[in-house]
């Protein structure tokens, strides 16, 4: 797969949409208070790809299968306020929670981050229903995996809204994580780590793509543990995927990342992120088993290594 398949699929909308009624789906597990391993939808996606399957031909049905496997907790990837509103009967029809979405932006141009902006607030003003607390965005590149860095004028600019959208989205009692691929990782990360100093603490906090964060600095754990480091007490969600040799695996567990480590770093800087799986596959994955296997396993190995925390 590459960098860049989950904006693909996910491309930022550029129209905003406004919902005054909302119809009550009755939800009632409250996300606050209980705490539970998520799986973001771009696993499901790529494992459904390599079978030649189609995660959104029949959603009913793939929720269905994603619910047999224990999961309880969905992060789905969403486009506009309509999306989420076909959504929120299908969790409550398969009795999942969806403590976080993801969302894409353009941030970083004057007129495309206005329109980001509204869709991102009118996607909040639905999912608000499901008791959704957290709303992850990635800005997207100047060109979905091409070379172009974004200039300091853009970066200044994204920085701006980006605390904008943060400090509208508390407004609404939700927080807004920054998450980042590789790309914000070249040229001295300066990307990253201008959005992250740039920006307020209290609105913009960090959703720690712990695999992202260490592909991107050249398979590097110095990289990714100084990062935990720097920003550890803004981490509000984890995404998990593991590798070995570099290589996304099937499933979750040992590998290229000590994910035991990162778990007691983060129990020293005293936070508890949303865990949400995301163990996707790439075109030299290993092809052993399938999407319902697979995913039973992760939820078995992560919710043993966070046991303490879902208690």
């Given at each position: 797969?590459?960098?860049?398949?989950?904006?693909?699929?996910?491309?930022?909308?550029?129209?905003a949409s406004s919902v005054s009624v909302l119809p009550d789906f009755g939800f009632s597990r409250d996300v606050k208070k209980t705490f539970q391993v998520s799986c973001n939808q771009y696993s499901w996606i790529?494992?459904?790809?390599?079978?030649?399957?189609?995660?959104?031909?029949?959603?009913?049905?793939?929720?269905a299968e994603f619910a047999s496997t224990g999961l309880t907790a969905y992060e789905p990837g969403l486009n506009n306020a309509e999306e989420a509103k076909k959504l929120l009967p299908l969790l409550e029809k398969?009795?999942?929670?969806?403590?976080?979405?993801?969302?894409?932006?353009?941030?970083?141009?004057?007129?495309?981050?206005?329109?980001?902006?509204?869709?991102?607030?009118?996607?909040?003003?639905?999912?608000?229903?499901?008791?959704?607390?957290?709303?992850?965005?990635?800005?997207?590149?100047?060109?979905?995996?091409?070379?172009?860095?974004?200039?300091?004028?853009?970066?200044?600019?994204?920085?701006?809204?980006?605390?904008?959208?943060?400090?509208?989205?508390?407004?609404?009692?939700?927080?807004?994580?920054?998450?980042?691929?590789?790309?914000?990782?070249?040229?001295?990360?300066?990307?990253?780590?201008?959005?992250?100093?740039?920006?307020n603490p209290k609105n913009v906090s960090l959703c720690l793509d712990v695999h992202w964060i260490y592909r991107g600095s050249g398979n590097s754990q110095i990289a990714l543990f100084d990062v935990v480091k720097?920003?550890?007490?803004?981490?509000?969600?984890?995404?998990?995927?593991?590798?070995?040799?570099?290589?996304?695996?099937?499933?979750?567990?040992?590998?290229?990342?000590?994910?035991?480590?990162?778990?007691?770093?983060?129990?020293?800087?005293?936070?508890?992120?949303?865990?949400?799986?995301?163990?996707?596959?790439?075109?030299?994955?290993?092809?052993?088993?399938?999407?319902?296997?697979?995913?039973?396993?992760?939820?078995?190995?992560?919710?043993?290594?966070?046991?303490?925390?879902?208690?």
């Open positions: 797969m590459a960098s860049f398949n989950r904006r693909q699929f996910l491309s930022t909308a550029v129209v790529t494992f459904y790809q390599r079978d030649g399957r189609d995660w959104f031909a029949d959603l009913d049905a793939s929720l398969h009795n999942l929670a969806m403590p976080s979405v993801y969302v894409n932006s353009v941030l970083h141009d004057v007129a495309e981050a206005e329109k980001s902006l509204q869709t991102i607030l009118s996607i909040a003003e639905i999912v608000q229903q499901a008791k959704t607390k957290i709303i992850v965005t990635n800005p997207s590149p100047i060109k979905w995996g091409g070379p172009e860095n974004k200039s300091d004028e853009q970066l200044a600019e994204q920085a701006k809204n980006m605390d904008k959208l943060g400090a509208e989205l508390k407004k609404r009692g939700m927080t807004l994580a920054y998450h980042t691929h590789d790309v914000e990782l070249r040229a001295a990360a300066r990307e990253f780590h201008h959005m992250m100093l740039a920006t720097l920003y550890g007490k803004r981490i509000v969600e984890l995404h998990l995927r593991q590798s070995k040799g570099g290589i996304w695996q099937e499933t979750f567990g040992e590998g290229d990342i000590d994910y035991q480590r990162l778990r007691n770093s983060l129990q020293e800087a005293g936070v508890r992120p949303n865990l949400v799986l995301e163990q996707c596959l790439e075109k030299t994955s290993p092809k052993t088993m399938g999407s319902v296997e697979a995913h039973k396993q992760d939820l078995q190995v992560v919710s043993k290594m966070f046991s303490d925390w879902l208690k």
